[in-house]
């Protein structure tokens, strides 16, 4: 299979289509991005590239980071994540206050934006310098040291965070905030504004495609049982309300965020981020949606 050629295809018949989206107006910072940036990574099992369009190019990764601190919980602290966060998909949007009030203050799971505060605040009590650990953690799995906050993109979010704060503050009435509201707040909008390139997301999560090993081998970040649940629940509850659509037109385990990327793991064959800045009406970016039910579809590499 000439993988190179069909990331070529694949990228002609995108860039083709009419819909390309609207780059986000929720984070200030973000509206500056060029909405034509489109590119496409592939890095297969047996560590072989494949790349198109601007797949060297670093961006704001957003929700993304949230297996990234997942994963990290985990390693540290095990299955006792789970006592404060679930694994449901939430059907609703991913800030949501309703939700949490109706669940009494325990998140549906930890890529919606309540259950990513609970997530960050473990990691600060856990931690003696989170955010500075949080970065090594990602430049480990990446194999990338240079890999950074976004110092604008964090502010840019602090300034418009209110939502945030509201779920920050209702987890903190239901006792499942430890920590101080804002020195959480601070981290979560830290780890949103990380940058990184589709070449480096798809390197960062071989490891879900590698039974729970880094790209070298070197490192377990996960058992096989825990990369196994974590690709289950990035397959149920990766994309928002709209996860659904993605298992049905896609077929992998990934996760999306709004500043356009999109990284999916196919577990023994590959990983394959994708970014492209216009996102439709559920924050998740067309073209990259578009590119990944291509992949699948023409490749019959799906999961199912």
Not at 4 to 32: H, M
Not at 87 to 93: C, F, K, Q
Not at 147 to 153: A, K, L, P, Q, S
């Amino acid at each position: 299979m000439d993988l190179q050629a069909i990331l070529e295809n694949i990228y002609t018949q995108t860039l083709a289509t009419e819909d390309k989206g609207s780059v986000s107006a929720s984070i200030p910072e973000l509206r500056a991005v060029d909405p034509d940036k489109f590119g496409i990574h592939l890095l297969t099992i047996d560590r072989k590239d494949h790349a198109i369009g601007d797949s060297a190019e670093r961006f704001s990764i957003q929700s993304i980071s949230k297996v990234f601190t997942i994963s990290y919980a985990i390693s540290l602290l095990g299955d006792e994540v789970w006592s404060r966060v679930g694994v449901e998909p939430s059907g609703n949007p991913f800030n949501s206050l309703v939700q949490l009030e109706y669940e009494r203050g325990r998140p549906r799971n930890p890529f919606i934006n309540a259950g990513a505060l609970v997530v960050a605040d473990m990691l600060i009590s856990g931690l003696k310098n989170p955010k500075e650990q949080l970065l090594e953690f990602v430049r480990m799995t990446s194999g990338h040291d240079t890999i950074g906050f976004d110092e604008r993109v964090a502010a840019s979010e602090k300034e418009t965070g209110f939502r945030n704060a509201a779920l920050a503050n209702m987890l903190k009435s239901y006792d499942n905030l430890h920590n101080d509201v804002e020195e959480v707040l601070d981290f979560y909008f830290h780890q949103c504004s990380i940058t990184m390139s589709c070449k480096e997301l798809a390197y960062a999560f071989f490891y879900f495609a590698n039974r729970g090993y880094t790209f070298d081998n070197k490192v377990m970040i996960l058992t096989e049982s825990r990369n196994k649940r974590l690709n289950a629940l990035m397959q149920t509850c990766g994309f928002y309300d709209e996860s659904g659509e993605f298992a049905y037109k896609v077929g992998l385990p990934g996760k999306s965020g709004i500043g356009g990327g999109i990284i999916a793991i196919h577990p023994g064959r590959f990983s394959v981020a994708t970014w492209s800045p216009g996102l439709n009406e559920k924050g998740n970016s067309v073209r990259g949606m578009k590119a990944l039910e291509l992949l699948t579809t023409e490749t019959a590499l799906s999961i199912f």
